[in-house]
């Protein structure tokens, strides 16, 4: 069976369409689910302490130091247990969370989860990465070249920790409340029902024999 670590980053709660979205993944996922909501349970952003504890041996730790590395030494071995993982990274001024580039900051590591000679121990393991934002950000849009999220998490996700990423995008969702974009609101609303479709396909594909 596989084990899914689920990372939430928005800041809403009901309201938030990348919860909404993740919540259609979930519903069809079948297997484990361990589920970090960096919303309400932030972590703590990387310290000098979380860097100099990474060099230090354990036994010279300050009691900044040892903190810290309790810290990260946690969220890695979380990492490090699942065999997929599940993305809800909202575009936040064309950006992702604060909170999830704090938990990104945290678990790269080298040799623990970074290997810069090959592969790192999660290499090939699926990752979905659910990121919703108010406007269009794809080719022909006025906002073109201004997605900050995506392909940065596909580089950090795919090319740094060697996931598999596949990525669902949720947009326009400002449309239902901005009278600007009401336009709009039709390519909204096919948006909407393509990302939830996908994501309960991709609960059914991403699979134990696609897992590590």
Do not use: C
């Amino acid at each position: 069976m596989t084990h899914l670590l689920h990372i939430d980053s928005s800041s809403l709660g009901a309201g938030s369409v990348s919860r909404e979205v993740a919540q259609s993944f979930l519903d069809r996922w079948q297997g484990t689910v361990v589920h970090r909501d960096l919303a309400t349970t932030p972590v703590p952003h990387l310290s000098a302490a979380g860097i100099t504890a990474r060099l230090t041996d354990p036994a010279q730790y300050t009691p900044e130091q040892a903190t810290a590395a309790a810290i990260q030494d946690q969220l890695i071995e979380e990492f490090l247990d699942a065999s997929a993982y599940l993305f809800t990274v909202p575009m936040y001024n064309l950006t992702m969370p604060s909170a999830f580039k704090a938990w990104l900051d945290q678990i790269i590591v080298v040799d623990r989860t970074l290997n810069i000679t090959g592969d790192s121990p999660v290499a090939g393991r699926p990752a979905v990465l659910i990121s919703a934002r108010g406007g269009g950000y794809g080719p022909g849009t006025p906002n073109e070249g201004l997605d900050f999220v995506v392909p940065t998490l596909e580089a950090v996700l795919g090319r740094l920790l060697g996931l598999e990423v596949i990525t669902v995008l949720p947009e326009l969702t400002m449309a239902p409340h901005t009278p600007a974009l009401t336009p709009l609101l039709a390519l909204h609303e096919a948006s909407m029902a393509d990302a939830h479709e996908r994501a309960r396909g991709l609960a059914t594909t991403v699979t134990p024999s696609r897992a590590a």
